[in-house]
């Protein structure tokens, strides 16, 4: 036998007000009593019907279904299937200084940022973030509060590591950790950059990802002309140690190379409002799973309170 619960059980304090209801309804049919044997014929007014005693508690139990049905009841429960579209999702932004160079109307780490919200929001599973320059760094591991990820995003800034370079295989691995903590989960890869990379283990790390099974989406930010670099106090551009301005250009190479071998996909600045579709939709793998959902019974109070009105009526009949 399944045990009752109830979806609101704190309406049931109301079936404390019952017994005060009874005794108001038991005063009252005293005084109709009282009143109607002033007339010559009591059966006319009802007073002589056995059964009219009966009135105070069949409107009582009446109440009392009533509030019982309110509370929600629910016993037992049905079997619902469900499919959901999740997975674990770990997006890789590039915080080298090369990010602040301003060629895309913006500073690329501010495009980064955007484009980042943007998959976030798509996202129906977890998702986690992770930074990097020469070495990589995991500012939030997988969660299902998008918010706080998004609040995070606005709070990182280029050369935030303190390792200047920029290193896309330590980031990969560092990704790789993350999504791939949760075997029973699909997982991928969202790695934003400029393109700049100087590491020498790429093709390792590749490696790893794909052995795992991981795909890597690449999105390039910068144009190939590109760009100076604003000095990060505001004065001037960034120079080397010669003395010569330092310039910086996409180079879609390393991120076209990532996508082609894990099969991810490659985009180069996607700011239109429709260009990252494709990627929202493969960023989840339908899941089915059965779920158990209470049956409500309120029907069964609703019913008794129903049948306890009808016999009073029954028991009301020549009173008028």
């Not at 009593?33 to 059966?43: C, H, K, L, Y």
């Not at 037992?76 to 301003?102: H, T």
């Amino acid at each position: 036998m399944n045990a009752i619960t109830f979806r609101a059980p704190q309406i049931l304090w109301f079936a404390l007000l019952i017994p005060l209801v009874f005794v108001f309804f038991v005063a009252r049919e005293r005084r109709r009593t009282r009143i109607a044997r002033r007339f010559v014929s009591e059966r006319l007014r009802g007073v002589s019907n056995p059964l009219r005693s009966l009135r105070p508690w069949l409107a009582s139990l009446a109440l009392l279904g009533c509030v019982i049905a309110f509370a929600g009841p629910e016993a037992g429960f049905r079997v619902v299937p469900i499919e959901q579209r999740e997975s674990n999702r770990v997006i890789v932004i590039d915080v080298s200084l090369s990010m602040d160079a301003r060629d895309v109307g913006t500073s690329r780490l501010d495009a980064a940022k955007a484009i980042a919200k943007r998959i976030i929001e798509a996202q129906s599973g977890r998702v986690g973030l992770v930074i990097f320059e020469s070495a990589a760094e995991v500012v939030s591991p997988l969660t299902s509060d998008g918010d706080a990820v998004e609040a995070l995003l606005d709070s990182i800034q280029a050369g935030e590591v303190s390792n200047p370079g920029s290193d896309i295989s330590t980031a990969l691995i560092a990704a790789l950790r993350l999504v791939g903590g949760d075997a029973g989960e699909r997982g991928d890869v969202v790695l934003i950059s400029d393109g700049e990379d100087q590491s020498t283990r790429l093709d390792d790390a590749i490696t790893k990802v794909k052995q795992r099974g991981v795909t890597v989406s690449t999105i390039l930010v910068g144009t190939a002309g590109g760009s100076t670099i604003p000095r990060s106090e505001g004065s001037g551009v960034l120079v080397d140690d010669n003395g010569q301005v330092v310039t910086t250009c996409a180079r879609p190479e390393a991120l076209k190379k990532i996508a082609g071998a894990t099969e991810g996909m490659f985009y180069a600045n996607p700011f239109g409002e429709h260009d990252l579709d494709s990627l929202a939709v493969t960023g989840g793998a339908a899941r089915r799973r059965n779920v158990q959902v209470p049956i409500e019974r309120y029907q069964w109070p609703l019913a008794f309170a129903w049948m306890a009105l009808f016999l009073g009526s029954l028991a009301n009949r020549g009173a008028e």
